[in-house]
């Protein structure tokens, strides 16, 4: 099995988060916090997994405020396809993740 490539998402990624978000949870609800976040402004990072030239792994970062000032970052939602699930896919799209913010200057996620 390939290696995952980590990147930051896209555009046209995002009917294809959406999607992916649903299967590995099971159900929409995810996917909409997902819309919610992005319709509000809130979303500072959205990285995506590609294997294969497909989609398998997602996760987002979030602003959070803390005394009225940007503090610190929410993860979350991350989904990953269940066919790659247990296989690295999560821990790498959030230590990844996890780096971009630290080198952002957000102190907290």
């Not at 959070?64 to 990953?80: C, D, E, F, H």
């Amino acid at each position: 099995m390939e290696k995952p490539v980590v990147r930051v998402a896209i555009p046209t990624d995002q009917p294809l988060i959406q999607e992916l978000t649903a299967r590995a949870f099971g159900r929409e609800d995810e996917a909409r916090i997902i819309r919610q976040l992005e319709s509000d402004g809130d979303v500072i990072l959205q990285l995506v997994a590609v294997m294969e030239e497909r989609v398998v792994g997602h996760v987002l970062f979030y602003s959070l405020g803390v005394r009225g000032k940007l503090g610190a970052a929410g993860l979350g939602p991350m989904s990953v396809d269940p066919w790659v699930q247990r296989e690295g896919v999560g821990s790498l799209l959030v230590n990844t993740g996890l780096a971009m913010m630290r080198e952002g200057g957000v102190p907290v996620v």
